[in-house]
């Protein structure tokens, strides 16, 4: 029997990381970019990247079963580079040590009891999903675009 083809949580967080060094990146050399204006609860896309990366530090700090840290009210982009790197490392590390029975645990999430699996799935994915949303912003707001950011174009895979 063969095995079906996966992608793991490593290759998933390494392509989070990819787009959150790239946006970070692209930020101190853009800074006005994170004053446009994406509507809704969030605001500005300086408001969507605090809440992209504090999610990550949520998602660990839930899996880990640590009380969870205090929100950083107006963090520097280099204050959140470094909560971006420590929550990616802290994921990384519960994904690649859970066993098998720990990830079937379910825990209550929110308005949702969910396996640790699917809370690990949401916190890979979570990222990606935003990131995508500050691109667009990014390129309707008239600030000059990068490569795409498709995984495809990255080296997280082979």
Partial sequence: ???????????????????????????????????????????????????????????ADRLLQQAPAPKLESPTLEQLKQLHQESSERLVSYATSASDEDLRRTQVFGPVTASRRKILTQAALHGVHHWAQVAMEVRQAGFPPEKPQDIIISDVME
């Fill in 1 to 59: 029997m063969t095995s079906e083809p996966a992608v793991t949580f490593r290759e998933l967080f390494a392509y989070n990381d990819y787009l959150a060094t790239r946006w970070l990146n692209y930020f101190q050399q853009h800074p006005d970019a994170l004053d446009v204006d994406v509507g809704g609860k969030t605001g500005t896309i300086r408001e969507l990247v605090r809440h992209i990366i504090q999610a990550e530090q949520l998602f």
